[in-house]
């Protein structure tokens, strides 16, 4: 009897209900897996294809090699950036960092976060507080500057943030080029090896450059005063440019009509705060422009200004 009641327990169990139910339920946590390992797959791939197109973005922005002239609108100051393919000339930073980490951003790619060389063409605050704020945010294989000294604050921080990044500081003077490529050079005009070093006068010894891409040649002049210009002038050196950033924002004490004689620029660049204090430009220096017929492009007028240059047999383009 225990033996049969054995047997009879074993048989009540029905012998068709687990099979087939624990078939289906099989089945169904397969193709929900399938469903998901599906799901993962289009999210790879989707992925790898952003990627590429990122990476192809990259390669293509690097190997554009038209070379730029940006003329940033910073206020009352000045900040230049010459940039082709993936190497940068900033020459000052203006007034204030964060406008210029904005410009910055602007036109440096996302993944560029090097400048290869900054150039300070004197320490007025004007010119130098917002390079303190690029070196903190790009990596800078090395700064230029002419080596005077100054008592601000805001050469103090300038000086120790140079240190802090251990950035190679060099002493830019007459004969010095900068090759930025094949096609484009910066060629330092300005200082010679002595120094004015007044405390009192800092543009006089403003460093001055003068960049060339096939025929086209842009002079930048810092802020340097119509003695120094003269003392330029004087030289037997190639200053004619098509391009002319105008010294000291248009102080009437800057940009005589000898001087534009020597130059001969189309355009005139001239880089100043809306309703600044110092009345920058003056009517005497937009006067002389006008009566030589240049072009005067006014960064408190039209903000950026930027020349495009593809290639070294054409005029570079104002980019409107
Ligand atoms: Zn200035």
Redesign the pocket.
């Known amino acids: 009897m225990p033996k049969g009641q054995e047997r009879e327990g074993v048989l009540e169990v029905p012998p068709s209900s687990g099979p087939p139910r624990r078939t289906t339920f099989f089945r169904g946590e397969k193709g929900k897996k399938n469903m998901i390992n599906n799901k993962k797959l289009y999210f790879i791939l989707l992925f790898l294809f952003v990627l590429c197109l990122i990476l192809l973005g990259i390669i293509f922005s690097s190997q554009k090699q038209e070379l730029s002239v940006n003329f940033f609108d910073v206020g009352?100051?000045?900040a230049i950036l010459i940039s082709q393919g993936n190497k940068q000339v900033l020459i000052d930073g203006g007034p204030n960092g964060q406008i210029l980490l904005e410009k910055l951003g602007e036109y440096i790619p996302f993944w560029d976060r090097n400048i290869e060389v900054m150039i300070a063409t004197h320490p007025?605050q004007?010119?130098i507080d917002g390079l303190i704020d690029a070196m903190k945010a790009y990596g800078v294989s090395e700064i230029i500057d002419n080596s005077a000294q100054s008592d601000s604050q805001v050469y103090k921080k300038y000086r120790e943030t140079i240190e802090e990044k251990n950035i190679p500081r060099l002493k830019g003077q007459a004969g010095m080029n900068i090759k930025i490529s094949n096609e484009a050079n910066l060629e330092i005009l300005y200082p010679g090896e002595n120094l004015e070093n007044n405390p009192k006068d800092t543009?006089a010894d403003s460093i001055v450059s003068k960049l060339s891409f096939g025929d086209n040649s842009f002079l930048l002049t810092?802020?340097l005063p119509d003695n120094k210009e003269q003392e330029l002038a004087d030289k037997n050196i190639n200053l004619k440019s098509g391009v002319l950033k105008v010294s000291?924002?248009g102080s009437k004490y800057a940009t005589t009509s000898e001087f534009l004689e020597k130059v001969m620029p189309d355009d005139a660049v001239i880089s100043a705060g809306k309703n600044n204090r110092y009345g920058h430009p003056s009517q005497e220096v937009l006067d002389r422009l006008n009566e030589k017929k240049i072009n005067i492009l006014r960064t408190d007028e039209r903000g950026d200004i930027k020349y495009i240059c593809d290639n070294t047999g054409e005029l570079c383009i104002l980019d409107l």
């Open positions: 009352q100051g000045d007025d004007d010119h543009n810092g802020d000291h924002h």
